[in-house]
C-alpha cells in the first residue's frame, strides 16, 4: 500500500497549479491529518481489502466516518463520542461539504444548505441493517438541522415538536431485539418543512407497518415494545391503580421475562421522558391517559385465558377462566363485559343478508385475543402518528421546501424469518434499488447520455428481486394475496405450492418443493420454506403465518365490540365496527398495503436530492472497539459501496447543467458578468477558460458541465462566494454613497437655510445696533446743539446783564463823579494826595542843593529825609552815580581809554587771584620802558624789527640749567615775542604767538613766571621760558591782549604755586617756596634736580 504522502502526491498530479492554490485558500481540509483516507475516492489501490482496512484504521482512530464522494459512511462504534458536542455543529455550519473531516453534520449542513439556498427538497436516506446505527443517524441529523436553522420563539417551539417526537415513537415503536437493543420495529419518513428562509414550519411522520406480532409474542431474548415496560416501571402508584396494572411484568403473559431488563436503559426515566416529549409535542393530559389506558388494556388482554367447554349440541366452545381480568379491562375501556365476553366466544359471519354465528374454540379464542391485542397496539401507534402530525403540521399554506428523513427498519435475517422480515427486506430492496437507480445507473445513463466517455462498470441491479417480490402478476406479494383472496381451504402450504409453481424458474428464488428440476435434490432446504436471493443475502422464509398475516383479520364481533367502548380513542380506533358502517368487502391485504406505500415512498424520494448515509455494524455484540472484518464485508458487499467508489472515481464529481452553472458562476468573468448573450454552454466554457481552470478538471457534456474534481468545485464556490462579498460590497458602497449625499445634500439645504436665518438674524442685530448707535449719536449732536444754543442764549443774557450791570455802574460812577464834590468825605484823600505831592516837591527841590561832587569815586550822598522815599531815594543815587560815571568817562582820550581798558583786563585776569595784582593797579602801564629808538646801541634790534613794538622791557630770564637770572630785553610785537641781549641788542629767541600756549605764575607777591610754548614747534627747542620782571601784571596783560586779538584765542594764564614746565625732555616742577627778603622783591631760582626747581619768594 502506498504511503499518505505518495497517495496525496499522485493524487495531486491531476490538480494542477489550481490545486495549490485551492491548498493555499481553504485553510482546512478533508486531507488534513486524515487518518487512513477520507474519501474511498482517494483509496489507493480500491479493493475490498484496502476498503475495509481503511474503514477499520478509521474505526480504531474513532473516525467512524467516511465518504464515498458525497456518501457517508457510518460505523456504529457503540459508544457515545464527543464529535456531537455545540462546538462541532460550529464548526461544520456553513462549510463545504469536503473542508472538514468527515462527519454525518457535513452531510446534513450540505442538504440544508443546498434546501435554503439552491431551493431543492432533499431526502437523506439512511440505511444499514438492524443495530447499524440508522436511528441515531436521523436523530443527529435532525439535530444538526435544528441547531443550524432559525432561531425564535415559533421556530424553537416547532423544533423542540419535531424533536421530541422521536422519544414518544421510539417508546411505542421501538423494542429490545437481538441485533439492537432500541430496535425500530417500524418503517419512518419524516418530511421536515421549512420555509424560503430555512425556518423550520413544521413535519409530516408516515409509519410504514409496524411490526405488531411482537404484542403478543416475541423471540427469545428480545422484548415487547418499550412502552409496557416504561409503564410499569415508570408510573406512579396512582397511575397503576387508575389503569388496573401491577408494577410486576411477571404478572403478564405479553411480556417476554427473561430479558425484561436492558443493561443501560432505565424504563422509569425513560417513561418520564416519553410523559414529557407527549406534553411538548402538545398531547392533553387526558389524551396521554388515554393512550396509557389503551396500552393498559392491551396488556391485560394477554392476560384473559380460556378454557374449553363442550356444549351440547357438541360442539367445542371456550370459555374465559377468569372473568375478573376481563371485567377490569372492561372498566377501562368502557366496553359492557358481556359484548366483550360474546365476542371472544362467537364469530358471526355475514353473507347475502344473512348473519351466521359460530362458536369458538380455545385456539380460536386466543386467535382472537391476540388479533385483538395486536390490532388495539398497531392501531394506537397509527394514531399517535396522526395526532403528531396534528401537532407538528406546519401552520401555512405557503410553498414549503422538504427535508425527508428516511429511518426505515435495517434488512434483516434471522433463523426464523417469517412474513414481517420478508416484508421488511422487500422495503430495503427497494432502497437498494432507489440508490443503484439514483446514483450508479443514473450516472451510467447520464454520461451515455451527455455524451461523456465513460468506462463501464458491472454492478447488481436488484430490479429483478424487486421484480420477483413486487410484480403485479406474478409477484410473490400478488401470489399471496391471490391465495388470501381464493375460495377454499387457504393455508400457508397452498400458498408455498403456488410460489414454486409459478416462481420456479427465477434465479432469485429458490424452495424445496419448486417443480424445477433444478431444486429437487435441493435438501438444505428445510420443508414450507422459500428462500429468496436478497441483494443482501441469502434469505430463507418460514411460509407459516404467511396467510394469516397478508390477511390481519379480526373478527368483526371484536371490532364491533370495540366501536362500542365508550372510551373515545378505543371507539375511535374502530370505526369498521360501527353496524352502520358495515363494510362487506375485504379489507386491503397487510402485503399490498404495504406494496402501496413503498410504492408512494419511492415516488416522493425521486422526486428528492437524495443524500446517503449508509450504516455500518462492525460487530454482533453491540460492543465497541469490536470491529469484525468479515460482518463488515458482507454488508460493504451487499451495500455495493465498492461500485459506487468506483463510479465515482471513473466520472466526475460534480455535474451541472449549463443555465444554472453559468448562472450561478457568472460573475467570476468579465464576458459574462452581468449577462451572456450566448448559448450557456459558451458561456461556460468561456468562464473556465478565464478561470484557467484545467481542462482535465471538467468535460462539457450534452446540458452538463462535468468536473472531474470536487476541489475544483469549491474552488468555484470560493471564488463566488468571494465575489459576492465583493457585489456586497458594491452595493453597499454605493448605498453607503447614496446615503452620504442625501445626508450631506439634506446638511448642505438645513444648512443654507440656519445660514438664511443666522443671516438675517445677525443682520437684524446689527441693524438695531446701527439704529441705536445712530440714535445715540443723534441725540448727543441734538444734545450739543441744544447746549450750545442755550450757553448762546446764557452768554446773551449774560451779556445783557453785564451791559445792564456795567451800564449801572458806570451811571453810577458818573453820577457819583457828578456828585462827589457835593461830599465831605473825598477830602481826606484830596488833602493827602496834595500833601504828597508837596513833600515829593520839596524833596527833589531840597536835593538838588544837596548833590555830592561829580567824582566817580566820591561816596557822600545826603540821607534820606522820609521813610516812604527810600526806593526812591536809593534808585536816585544809583541814576546819579551812573550818570556822574559817564560823565567822568566822556573826558578820556583813546589812549587813556585803552590804559584804561588794560587796567580792566589785567583786574579781571588777577584781581583776587594773584598778591602781586593791587601794586600794579597805581602803576601806569607804559609798554616801551626801554626806548629803543632813542638809544643808538639797539639800532640794529630797531632795524630787525618792523612791526610795532608793545612791550619792550628788560627782563631776568632764568636758566633752566642753573636758576641763575641773565637779564634780556623782552619785545613783544603784533605777532611775535623777541628776546634780546641787553648789551648787545642782539635778538636771541623769536617766538611766534602762535606758538605760546601758556603763561604760568604763582599766586604770591613775585614777578616771576613761565611762558609754555607749543610741544614742537621750532621755538620750543629748548624748552619753556622762565623769567622775571617787575611789570608782570602789565606784561601778562599785554601777551593776553595781543594774543586774543591776533590768534582769536584766549591765552591760558595759569596761577598757581606748583606747576609744570617743559625743558627740553624733561618735566620739570616749579615750586614756589617762601624765601628770604635780601633780594628784594626779585625771587632766587635754585634747580634742585631734573624734575624740580625752586622758587623762593618773599
Ligand atoms: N453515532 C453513534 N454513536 C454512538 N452510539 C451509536 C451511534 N449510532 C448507533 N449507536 C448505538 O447503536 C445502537 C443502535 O443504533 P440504532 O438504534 O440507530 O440502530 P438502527 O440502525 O436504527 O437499528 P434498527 O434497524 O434495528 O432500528 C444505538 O442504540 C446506540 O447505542
Ligand atoms: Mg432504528
Redesign the pocket.
Known sequence: MQSKEERLTSWGRRGSELETMAKMEVKTSLLDNMIGVGDMVLLEPLNEETFINNLKKRFDHSE?YTYIGSVVI?V??????PIYSPEKVEEYRNRNFYELSPHIFALSDEAYRSLRDQDKDQCILIT??????????SK?VMSYVAAVCGKGAEVNQVKEQLLQSNPVLEAFG?AK?V??????RFGKYMDIEFDFKGDPLGGVISNYLLEKSRVVKQPRGERNFHVFYQLLSGASEELLNKLKLERDFSRYNYLSLDSAKVNGVDDAANFRTVRNAMQIVGFMDHEAESVLAVVAAVLKLGNIEFKPESRVNGLDESKIKDKNELKEICELTGIDQSVLERAFSFRTVEAKQEKVSTTLNVAQAYYARDALAKNLYSRLFSWLVNRINESIKAQTKVRKKVMGVL?I??FEIFEDNSFEQFIINYCNEKLQQIFIELTLKEEQEEYIREDIEWTHIDYFNNAIICDLIENNTNGILAMLDEECLRPGTVTDETFLEKLNQVCATHQHFESRMSKCSRFLNDTSLPHSCFRIQHYAGKVLYQVEGFVDKNNDLLYRDLSQAMWKASHALIKSLFPEGNPAKINLKRPPTAGSQFKASVATLMKNLQTKNPNYIR?IKPNDK?AAHIFNEALVCHQIRYLGLLENVRVRRAGYAFRQAYEPCLERYKMLCKQTWPHWKGPARSGVEVLFNELEIPVEEYSFGRSKIFIRNPRTLFKLEDLRKQRLEDLATLIQKIYRGWKCRTHFLLMKKSQIVIAAWYRRYAQQKRYQQTKSSALVIQSYIRGWKARKILRELKHQKRCKEAVTTIAAYWHGTQVRREYRKFFRANAGKKIYEFTLQRIVQKYFLEMKNKMPSLSPIDKNWPSRPYLFLDSTHKELKRIFHLWRCKKYRDQFTDQQKLIYEEKLEASELFKDKKALYPSSVGQPFQGAYLEINKNPKYKKLKDAIEEKIIIAEVVNKINRANGKSTSRIFLLTNNNLLLADQKSGQIKSEVPLVDVTKVSMSSQNDGFFAVHLKEGSEAASKGDFLFSSDHLIEMATKLYRTTLSQTKQKLNIEISDEFLVQFRQDKVCVKFIQGNQKNGSVPTCKRKNNRLLEVAVP
Request: hydrophobic content about 15%.
Open positions: 467512524i457510518s456504529n462504534p457503540y459508544r457515545s463520542l444499514g441493517e438492524s443495530g447499524a446505527g440508522k436511528t441515531e443517524a443527529l421501538n431485539t441485533r439492537n437493543d432500541n430496535s425500530s429511518d427498519y435495517g450504516c453491540k
